[in-house]
């Protein structure tokens, strides 16, 4: 039996008309969960460094670094002003960021990327893995990294800014972005997400690599309380004793992550 693709062209349609609302929603809810944010894990102070969107800056990232500041972690934004895709700028500085990061302060860097700004993060990962901790995509199709643009959209923006990206990559080699990383990974992906297909936000899971779901708008990840605790417990992992997430059972908190 041939299935009809009208309902997912139309949920699909709904979804993206109501990204803004439901991003709001996702603002209105942090205010009402700080109290149990509060009483989020924190773990040994190392370098974080977090990657906007496309066409986002650090603007967008303020309240995720606000965050993870606040849980003791010394933070950056990527300082590179609005992303519109990988650029010679993007492609030649951000190896460079992750590596004096890591160099100052002795230790490797655990990357935050927002939707484009996690394929960002999985590629410094695969060339340089000596230099990351970790690695966080909130929202990112890194499975479609490399291939022809899948309709949804942030695929139709990527493209329109395809003019001005360079041929080259952050990182060189073959095999799917979507493979496990030589570092713990956790893809983060809503079902809800209005801007890109959430399938194409998940790795092969591993020894160290998770997907790990979340009910939210992609333009409200930075700033979803069940978001910020997941960062928050990633973070937390110990470096040579990485996890895998659990949903927490208290204070009413698993009910925020939907079964895989």
Request: charged share 25%; net charge positive.
């Amino acid at each position: 039996m041939i299935r009809d693709p009208a309902p997912d062209r139309r949920r699909a349609v709904v979804l993206a008309a109501t990204e803004p609302g439901r991003a709001l929603v996702s603002a209105g809810a942090l205010a009402a969960a700080l109290p149990l944010l509060r009483r989020a894990p924190r773990g040994d102070p190392h370098p974080v460094l977090v990657l906007p969107g496309l066409l986002a800056s650090d603007l967008s990232t303020r309240g995720l670094r606000t965050w993870v500041s606040r849980l003791g972690y010394p933070v950056v934004g990527w300082a590179l002003g609005r992303n519109r895709g990988p650029t010679q700028e993007v492609v030649d500085e951000l190896p460079r960021l992750v590596e004096r990061l890591a160099r100052e302060h002795d230790a490797p860097v655990s990357i935050v990327g927002w939707s484009l700004g996690g394929i960002y993060a999985r590629r410094l990962a695969v060339r340089a893995p000596e230099h990351v901790r970790q690695v966080i995509s909130l929202g990112s199709p890194f499975s479609l990294a490399g291939r022809p643009a899948d309709g949804s959209p942030g695929a139709r923006v990527f493209q329109r800014y395809s003019p001005q990206h360079t041929d080259r990559r952050i990182a060189a080699g073959r095999g799917s972005l979507a493979r496990p990383l030589r570092v713990p990974s956790t893809a983060v992906y809503s079902r809800w997400d209005g801007v890109v297909d959430w399938r194409a936000c998940r790795q092969q899971t591993g020894p160290r690599s998770e997907n790990v779901a979340v009910r939210c708008s992609h333009l409200g990840m930075g700033y979803d309380p069940a978001v910020l605790w997941l960062v928050a417990d990633r973070l937390a992992q110990p470096r040579d004793a990485w996890r895998p997430f659990v949903r927490p059972t208290r204070f009413g908190l698993g009910t925020l992550f939907p079964e895989d």
